[in-house]
């Protein structure tokens, strides 16, 4: 599929592994997480739609409910609260926002 990205952070993470942006430097620091980011960028980008990303147990593929209803997301990491949330269109999908939340789904650490 087509990946496109609404901010130029992402992408650059994407290419790069870093990024100057302060909403995602926390990120740059966690080496696993901006493989796991990279990782879970080039499975979208191989599968034909977002059915395929269902079977890739590890990425928790959802759509969003209540306020992020036109939205999706998958995990970056098994085992990580983690998400990339993303938009589907005709084109393919628009990435939006790594989400980095310890709230999500009640978690407790």
Do not use: P, W
């Given at each position: 599929?087509?990946?496109?990205?609404?901010?130029?952070?992402?992408e650059?993470?994407?290419?790069?592994?870093?990024?100057?942006?302060?909403?995602?430097?926390?990120?740059?620091?966690?080496?696993?997480?901006?493989?796991?980011?990279?990782?879970?960028?080039?499975?979208?980008?191989g599968?034909?739609?977002?059915?395929?990303?269902?079977?890739?147990?590890?990425?928790?593929?959802?759509?969003?409910?209540?306020?992020?209803?036109?939205?999706?997301?998958?995990?970056?990491?098994?085992?990580?609260?983690?998400?990339?949330?993303?938009?589907?269109?005709?084109?393919?999908?628009?990435?939006?926002?790594i989400?980095?939340?310890?709230?999500?789904?009640?978690?407790?650490?």
């Amino acid at each position: 599929m087509n990946v496109i990205f609404k901010e130029a952070a992402l992408e650059e993470l994407y290419k790069t592994g870093t990024t100057k942006n302060h909403k995602y430097k926390i990120l740059c620091r966690n080496k696993k997480l901006v493989d796991g980011f990279a990782r879970a960028v080039d499975y979208m980008k191989g599968v034909r739609n977002t059915k395929d990303l269902k079977c890739i147990s590890s990425l928790h593929y959802e759509k969003l409910k209540y306020q992020r209803e036109s939205m999706s997301s998958i995990r970056i990491l098994n085992g990580s609260i983690e998400r990339l949330l993303f938009t589907e269109t005709e084109d393919g999908i628009e990435v939006e926002l790594i989400e980095i939340d310890s709230t999500h789904y009640g978690n407790k650490k």
